[in-house]
């Protein structure tokens, strides 16, 4: 039984591919301006759970007098807006010209739910990329009731640029307080931990010569299966009661993904396919490696959208090591409040500070591995590098996790998005700096949800606002695009 | 997150409030809660059931877990040695899970070699032979499914056949129709979702499917159809055949892994797995793997030991019978190796034996708070709500420290904890009934060895507490003092209960119904065997109906 359905879904996205159908209606959803753009764009996200070396606290820095230490590595050296990069960015110099750091964002939808105005550890992953409601009153487990910025972007790039994966998700596996990245509410998304396995839903079957008669068998088989399977899908849902039903479309959105894999490629000229890596969970290794999938699948337009999620793991490869012995990095985290002058582990000061920094220095490098390659000169679009055609989001839950505080996160932008975004710019979105840089006050009224709501913006859409209510302002950050 | 829990600010904790709130949603059924904890000491106890209450489990929509994929498949096709990618045990499941259901259908199939004879009744490289297709799709659809295919099912699987065979040939299309079976809803989903909203009993494959997920995590079995079938569960044969699933083998690692996941040994989002808990290797050169290996192996020795003897929870908590390795011996200061008796006065039942503590421990020291958590949270079933912000994870680690005026002092755990949860902040709210129930665990060290002195700081111990907010409330001298008192204590036999049905109806331990628990934890006692628990689980309301909620 050959659903008709199914057929009849089938020829409409073959048919609908072509950049000529599609782009009349993109004009209408999407705003008249980015139908005109040209270039190919991408988004990429880099986030790293656990916060940064930050001295931030409740309502203002810590001086370095108390408890806390009164280090900020992530903050750009100078105040001025032409941004001099911090001790933590120094390996990105090169690429200084090309990035912007955004200082002062709160994300306000895990403070507004969170008992104690803060975020907590939970709350402020599940709306870091989302920021959405959650289904609080579940402390241990709150999950978020609406979509992340790269899965909606995505979406919206993948209609207009369609590629084989609408969007990539790479993971270094440790521990972390619940994933920031949701499909749909109630619907996260986990990505690929091991390289190996990566290599192998990526790079399966995609080759630079000839088809592969082997291969085409498999594709034919792999039909053969998803159009059975998408019609037992359809019946089946119609048995499942309305609570759970959303499991099941869920299922059947995933194995159209896998059909949609099966379509045509046009790879790209450049494209290389990168030797398969080895099966490891090595952080060390795995890191690096997720780097270099990343970065060949946008070489090859085999995804427009990908994000590497850095679990808060430990780093006793660097040159520092783990002199804390700490079991895990959120315990690492948590002891920058006990290093500074008065605290219980002050004698621990200058061995804290050494393996925070390198720990977060190598997370770090890997941004720089990825910034760089995407900067490739040998891989021009145009007059443009890849780079210049993509934003890279690199942020956390916190800036410092020791205080449990989801404000002045670590934002950090390379990448102008095809020209739209001014680079090389410090942007203080903290008043009270703004008006005195020596200042350790901290007020802001920027939110996460205005920042993404202008990412939003640099894909072509003209929404008015991103996320849940839970921002001062509704719409895109003031000055930044 | 929970290992020190210091707050200096002024924040609006109100942590005794907090103590013991339940964590039941607003809308659980059935009348307030017997044991109420918020309730005042002295309230008369109500009863969550009257004569109307009809007891049942959340109906659920759920896919099966990884564990349970990776058996139903080995049953299916007869194949013991194929082990799957799948490891999504997501709510929803992910795009990821979904590719790795594909593969592993991929991967099954490319072993047809190696099922058992029979899964495929004909020679699939052979001419088309529709009729051995027609009796695949319906042999290992009645097993996938747990009950026969109904005609529109069968006629959906017999159209995937036909137009692969025709597009691709006889030996694909077999391989495409197993692989579609493999993903199938009707496999992969457990639907008890159905019907209109209300209480309803699940039918004889319902209740087949539910007895073979919990006590195998895999499929029914051919006898266990067949008791279905034939009506037999629904008529006073559901004991019988619980009783034979559980003294199969195959029993074990459900059971195992009951208890593993109890004691957390697997790891929590709050810490690692016994095979993953880091340990200073100058502290404790004699930790390495094989010394962990010992440990896992003894508790998983005397779970073992005691539910095949018709042990009850009490003789869990209180045996001093275990089975050690040299390495684990001098861990327990005894000679020789084998079938031991640990020694007395140092040593209980489970929360006294290596693995354990060694799991609640810190890399360096022991951690009485995280101990004191898990005798309120897990055996006492008492939540304690989610910790204030600004609680601290840094382990508590005693030794030398700097106190409020500066000055160096040299604390022991015990008293680095006191000093840092106590005084005139409002850690104490919570760390007043924490900290006592952790503190006699204070003889055993990050690996679990016992101590008179401490390590590191060489100050005496100190073990000293306080059972609150139980049923046994009072004075504690030590841990096989706290071992002994959990042994008598209903709350604790009540909570063990609560986590069994939890398992059995794959239903959270705060949206159970009550009214079905207080009805199943009056039938238990402090001879029960656990074994004798389980099976009056199975026979509970709550195993054999479910609820369906309402449309959102």
């Known amino acids: 039984m050959k659903s008709l359905e199914n057929s009849g879904r089938r020829a409409f996205l073959r048919g609908a591919c072509g950049a000529a159908l599609a782009l009349p209606l993109l004009e209408l959803t999407h705003g008249k301006a ?131 994966f609408t969007n990539l998700h790479l993971r270094v596996n440790g521990h972390n307080y619940g994933t920031p990245y949701f499909r749909a509410a109630r619907e996260a998304v986990s990505g690929e931990a091991n390289p190996r396995a990566a290599f192998d839903s990526i790079f399966a079957g995609v080759t630079t010569s000839g088809p592969d008669p082997e291969q085409v068998r498999l594709q034919s088989r792999r039909q053969s299966v998803l159009d059975g399977l998408l019609g037992g899908y359809t019946a089946f849902k119609a048995k499942v009661g309305a609570s759970d039903r959303h499991r099941i479309d869920a299922h059947f959105e995933h194995l159209r993904a896998l059909e949609r894999e099966l379509e045509a490629v046009d790879l790209t000229p450049s494209c290389v396919v990168p030797d398969r890596p080895e099966s490891t969970t090595s952080a060390e290794v795995v890191g690096p490696l997720q780097v270099q999938l990343i970065v060949a699948a946008i070489r090859c337009g085999l995804t427009n959208v990908a994000n590497l999620q850095i679990a808060d793991i430990l780093t006793p490869w660097t040159t520092a090591g783990t002199p804390m012995n700490q079991p895990r990095g959120h315990s690492l985290g948590h002891q920058a409040r006990e290093v500074g002058p008065t605290g219980a582990d002050a004698a621990k000061h200058d061995g804290w500070v050494a393996e925070m920094s390198d720990n977060r220095k190598w997370r770090m490098g890997l941004m720089k591995q990825l910034v760089e390659a995407l900067d490739d000169p040998d891989f021009m679009e145009g007059d443009r590098t890849i780079l210049d055609n993509s934003l890279v989001l690199y942020t956390s839950e916190f800036s410092n996790a020791s205080q449990h505080v989801a404000r002045n996160l670590p934002i950090l932008l390379a990448g102008s998005a095809g020209g739209q975004l001014s680079t090389g710019r410090n942007l203080e979105y903290n008043t009270v700096r703004a008006a005195d840089p020596s200042s350790n006050g901290y007020d802001s009224t920027a939110s996460t949800h205005n920042l993404y709501t202008s990412i939003l913006h640099l894909f072509g859409g003209d929404d008015d606002h991103f996320g849940n209510d839970d921002a001062p302002s509704r719409g895109p950050l003031a000055g930044l695009i | 997150m929970r290992t020190s829990w210091c707050i200096a600010l002024l924040l609006p904790v109100a942590c005794m409030g907090r103590i013991g709130d339940p964590v039941a949603p607003e809308d659980a059924p059935g009348t307030p809660r017997a044991d109420d904890p918020k309730a005042p000491p002295g309230t008369p106890v109500v009863s969550a059931c009257d004569a109307e209450s009809s007891p049942a489990s959340p109906a659920t929509t759920r896919a099966l877990t990884p564990t349970q994929y990776e058996n139903a498949v080995r049953d299916l096709l007869q194949d013991p040695g194929f082990t799957p990618t799948f490891d ?55 097993l996938a499914y747990r009950r026969s295919l109904t005609s529109e099912e069968a006629a959906w699987l017999d159209g995937v056949y036909r137009s692969a065979r025709d597009e691709l040939g006889f030996e694909d299309a077999v391989d495409v129709v197993v692989q579609v079976l493999l993903q199938s809803p009707g496999f992969l989903y457990v639907n008890e979702a159905t019907g209109a909203p209300g209480v309803r009993a699940l039918d004889d494959h319902e209740l087949a499917t539910r007895l073979a997920m919990f006590l195998w995590n895999s499929i029914p079995d051919e006898a266990l159809l067949v008791a279905a079938e034939s009506g037999e569960l629904t008529s006073g044969g559901l004991r019988d055949q619980a009783k ?155 030794g030398t420290v700097y106190d409020e005026m500066g000055g160096e002092v040299v604390r022991s755990v015990r008293q680095d904890v006191e000093a840092r949860t106590g005084g005139g902040g409002t850690c104490v709210a919570c760390h007043s009934v924490i900290n006592p129930a952790g503190f006699p665990f204070e003889h055993y060290d990050a690996i679990g060895r016992f101590r008179e002195r401490e390590l590191g700081t060489d100050l005496p111990i100190d073990t000293a507490g306080q059972l609150t907010y139980s049923d046994v409330n009072g004075p504690i001298a030590d841990a096989v003092e706290l071992s002994a008192t959990l042994a008598g204590s209903k709350q604790v036999r009540d909570c063990f209960t609560k986590r069994w049905l939890s398992t059995a109806t794959a239903t959270p331990i705060e949206h159970l119904d009550r009214c079905a628990v207080e009805r199943l934890t009056a039938r238990i006692d402090a001879n029960t065997s656990v074994t004798d628990l389980i099976l009056d689980v199975i026979e509970s309301e709550a195993f054999s109906h479910v609820v369906q909620q309402e449309a959102p």
């Open chain 1, 34 to 164: 980015f139908a005109q753009q040209s270039a190919t764009l991408r988004f990429l996200t880099f986030f790293e759970h656990g916060g940064t070396l930050s001295n931030m606290g409740t309502r203002s820095f810590y001086d370095g007098t108390s408890k806390h230490h009164g280090l900020d590595h992530w903050r750009p050296s100078s105040p001025s807006e032409a941004l001099e990069l911090g001790p933590l960015m120094a390996s990105l110099e090169p690429f200084k010209a090309k990035l912007n750091v955004v200082q002062g964002i709160d994300n306000r939808a895990a403070m507004a739910q969170d008992q104690y105005g803060r975020g907590g550890h939970r709350l402020s992953n599940v709306t870091s990329l989302t920021c959405a409601t959650t289904t609080s009153p579940e402390p241990d487990r709150p999950t978020s009731l609406g979509p992340s910025i790269d899965q909606v972007v995505a979406d919206r790039l993948n209609a207009m640029q369609p590629a084989r």
């Open chain 2, 88 to 142: 999504d045990a997501a709510p929803v499941l992910t795009e990821r899970g979904v590719r790795q259901l594909r593969n592993d259908a991929e991967a099954a199939v490319e072993r047809r070699g190696l099922w058992g004879a029979g899964v495929i009744p004909c020679d699939a490289t052979g001419p088309v032979d529709d009729a051995c297709a027609s009796e695949v799709i319906a042999r290992l659809g009645r």
């Open chain 2, 244 to 398: 034979r699933l559980l003294e199969s083998p195959r029993a074990e690692p459900t059971i195992q892994r009951f208890f593993a996941e109890w004691l957390a040994l697997n790891g929590t989002p709050l810490h690692d797995s016994l095979e993953a808990a880091m340990k200073d290797a100058e502290r404790f050169p004699e930790y390495d793997a094989a010394l962990v290996r010992s440990m896992r192996a003894e508790v998983e020795h005397l779970v073992r030991d005691v539910v095949s003897d018709g042990g009850s929870l009490s003789d869990l908590l209180t045996t001093r019978r275990a089975h050690v390795d040299a390495a684990l011996a001098d861990l327990y200061g005894l000679e020789g190796e084998g079938d031991v008796e640990l020694p007395e006065g140092e040593r209980a039942g489970l929360l006294t034996r290596a693995a354990f503590l060694a799991v609640y421990a810190s890399p360096d020291v022991q951690s009485p708070i995280r101990r004191g958590v898990f005798v309120i949270e897990e055996v006492l079933c008492r939540p304690l709500g989610e910790p204030p912000p600004n609680a601290n994870d840094v382990p508590v680690t005693g």
